[in-house]
């Protein structure tokens, strides 16, 4: 009741007239009904019924009724349309049980097996994405609002655009670790705080709403398409993760005795998410575009491997200072800004669980020192899929990966994405015609 009162009196204060509902469908788009504020205390108290019926991957006709029910935790004054908040919502079904296809109840069950282990997931999330210049003008051809590159520091518009982004997320209590320039043309990265694997993904939800507001009034476009051009490099979502004790908060990943500083818990989890990395890579790398950023794309991961310094392995275990061993984590970089971040963090916590579960024996780690020396190891690795068909196929070959999207979301979403795939597959591009038209 008190973050009921608490809400009200902020929606008071600041002349709040309307209430943005939002959600997302199994494809992480978001979703949003809007009520008058007057609807706001009945809508705390009881939720709001909708038709999901239309939305992808949602329910049949038949069964179309359904509940959103907000977290008030989640209660945020938009901060560029300062009359509306918003409510991050999860979606129930008329008798009040959690949807099973609600993708960010996908994630509250992953996290509710974690805490019954004992363990809370906690991630931090490097969010990259392009700026391009639109205004009056079409987006495309593309022109990068700068031609800045990696960490370079700018007096003009583009630091001026993320100084204006980290406003409006701090407004938000979306709280910021640092930003800067990325290696691209356009390109930046804004890093966020830790936090638990919800929240975090809360946070990603919103920050990506609000970051194309902010580009949208300075005329530009932001997209956190994965690789919008085959003469830039791919933007990526790097995830760094660990798990800490239910009682107390120790991050039980920590080892100090450990050469790279991993406990035996961290180097199961590890094992657990190399071992069904393929399969992660249809939800992490969602799009038949993703899969022009991994393995192709400067710093993008290809093998199935982990270490301390190496670009082209999926998992980094970053250095930790004596003395700051808390901070020890597992920095995941196969996903890209286009994942359901719900649907994202149910697969990497399950993926690290099921490690933990078994008991996985860790594979020997690559660094880039033992590349230079032994070339033909590189040709016994395994690889990340280079489509998004064969990501799919990964997929449906893998139990603990569809258990943690459920039958019910990885039925539609492999649906989906098949269709994605094979529509792609269908088209006749540019390039084919210049190739192959006169030639044949």
């Known amino acids: 009741m008190a973050a009921q009162e608490s809400i009200l009196a902020v929606v008071e204060e600041n002349g709040v007239r309307f209430i943005d509902l939002w959600f997302t469908d199994i ?39 359904m509940i ?13 349309e300062t009359q509306t908040a918003c409510l991050i919502c999860t979606v129930h079904t008329l008798q009040g049980d959690p949807f099973i296809g609600d993708p960010r109840n996908a994630l509250v069950r992953a996290l509710k097996q974690a805490e019954e282990m004992g363990v809370v997931y906690k991630t931090g999330v490097e969010l990259e994405f392009f700026l391009f210049r639109s205004g009056d003008q079409p987006v495309l051809p593309l022109r990068p609002q700068d031609d800045a590159s990696y960490f370079e520091l700018s007096t003009d518009m583009p630091q001026s655009v993320r100084h204006q ?33 919800l929240a975090q993904a809360d946070k990603i939800l919103m920050s990506r709403v609000a970051l194309k507001a902010v580009a949208q009034r300075n005329g530009l476009h932001c997209t956190f398409m994965p690789r919008p051009g085959m003469d830039l490099p791919g ?25 790279y500083g991993l406990s035996e818990t961290a180097r199961y989890f590890l094992a657990g998410q190399l071992a069904h990395a393929r399969a992660m890579c249809a939800v992490l ?47 995941l970089r196969c996903p890209d800004p286009s994942a359901n971040p719900y649907l994202a963090g149910a697969v990497m916590l399950m993926a690290g669980l099921d490690g933990i579960r078994q ?82």
């Open 27 to 65: 494809t992480g788009m978001v979703k949003s009904i809007t009520v008058p504020v007057g609807k706001l205390a009945e809508v705390m108290a009881f939720g709001l019924h909708f038709d999901g019926s239309s939305i992808e991957g949602f329910a049949r006709v038949a069964e179309s009724d």
């Open 68 to 80: 959103l029910v907000p977290d008030l935790d989640t209660f945020t004054v938009l901060p560029w």
């Open 165 to 197: 982004m980290l406003d409006t997320l701090e407004a938000m209590q979306i709280h910021v670790d640092s930003t800067h320039h990325e290696i691209g043309s356009g390109q930046h990265e804004i890093d966020f705080q830790y936090d638990g694997a």
């Open 235 to 259: 933007s990526g979502m790097h995830t760094h993760q660990s798990l800490h004790s239910v009682q107390g908060g120790q991050n039980v990943f920590a080892d100090v005795n450990d050469e």
């Open 285 to 331: 790398s969602p799009l038949v575009n993703s899969y022009k950023r991994l393995g192709t794309s400067f710093e993008a991961p290809v093998y199935v491997t982990w270490a301390h310094i190496n670009r082209a392995a999926l998992i980094r275990v970053p250095h930790i200072s004596a003395g700051k061993e808390a901070h020890t984590r597992l920095e």
């Open 359 to 440: 008991r996985m024996s860790l594979p020997d780690p690559l660094e880039e020192t033992l590349v230079r020396h032994d070339r033909t190891r590189l040709r016994h690795l395994e690889v990340l899929p280079t489509s998004l068909g064969e990501a799919l196929d990964a997929l449906d070959q893998d139990d603990v990966i569809l258990a943690a999207l459920g039958p019910y979301i990885s039925d539609r979403y492999g649906a989906a994405k098949r269709q994605e795939f094979d529509e792609y597959n269908r088209q006749v591009t540019a390039w084919e015609l210049e190739r192959y038209l006169m030639r044949y």
